[in-house]
């Protein structure tokens, strides 16, 4: 019962990046919870949350870290990003300068992970596709030439969220089974 005697074959940390506002902590408690709030609370106490999943009869924990509130550029601390396999690099698409920010948001990851980190482009908010200010294609071209997948979320609607958690999870585990 429970699952608290459950063997964890793996556990993966992944790292939430982005400016503040984009979604990051709605698109955690969506995939961690399957919760959300559209009331913006500062990100406090918590520094990662984890959920259990099974990936080819394995049992991975997601270990997930969400800023809080450190979205400043190069506020965030190489502690956070130390032991990353995975990065979800996200911006609000109804919110052009977050995903103009996005090529300093990677270049910081890359300053401070693994090489081989797994990283997933995240346009969240597709809900908001009357106020889009990044047309799809934009975050395709840039997703391609930096080698990242890229995926449009929504954490209100739940949009893509697991499916944008899972495909990291299950390249990370590619790369280490
Ligand atoms: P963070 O600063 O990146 O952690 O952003 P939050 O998760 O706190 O979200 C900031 C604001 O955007 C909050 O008011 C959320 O309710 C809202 N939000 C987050 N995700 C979505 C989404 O997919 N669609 C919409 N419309 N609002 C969202
Ligand atoms: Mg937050």
Redesign the pocket.
Known sequence: YGDYNQKIDYVFKIVLI??????????LARFARNE??????A?IGVEFQTKTLVIDNRTVKAQIW?TAGQ?RYRAVTSAYYRGAVGAML?YDLSKRQSFDHMARWLEELRGHADKNIVIMLVG?????GSLRAVPTEDAKEFAERENLFFME?????STNVETAFLTVLTDIYKIVS
């Open positions: 982005g400016d503040s506002a984009v979604g990051k902590s709605q698109l959300f709030s559209l009331e913006s609370k990100t969400d979205e996200v969240n908010k597709s809900d908001l979320t929504s954490a209100l609607e």
